[in-house]
């Protein structure tokens, strides 16, 4: 089993920054994929931010040009920049992680993002 332990979330004033830190622990194989994903108060969740092993990324519309996500496979951890924060980002930020060649997925517990004057 795999266990994601998020941090870096918090009470941040709008144009301001955080990032959220994913640290993998377990068995944690070297191809997957990882990524962000959010949820707000009576809203589905949406994907932030996802990386693959070799790299490549995607972004949600709303967040690019703001975040940046990054990863550190020797740590096991992957990363969240979030600049310019909004009040709309705020929300419940989770980390996923998936292995593609057995389509087993795992989430972090989720931690808080708080985007108010």
């Known amino acids: 089993q795999v266990q994601l332990v998020e941090s870096g979330g918090g009470l941040v004033q709008p144009g301001g920054s955080l990032r959220l830190s994913c640290a993998a622990s377990g068995t944690v194989f070297r191809f997957v994929n990882m990524g962000w994903y959010r949820q707000a108060p009576g809203k589905q969740r949406e994907l932030v931010a996802a990386m693959t092993f070799g790299g490549s990324t995607n972004y949600a519309d709303s967040v690019k040009g703001r975040f940046t996500i990054s990863r550190d496979n020797t740590k096991n951890t992957v990363y969240l920049q979030m600049n310019i924060l909004k009040p709309e980002d705020t929300a419940v930020y989770y980390c996923?992680?998936?292995?593609?060649?057995?389509?087993?997925?795992?989430w972090g517990q989720g931690t808080q993002v708080t985007v108010s004057s």
């Open positions: 996923n992680l998936r292995r593609p060649s057995s389509s087993d997925t795992y």
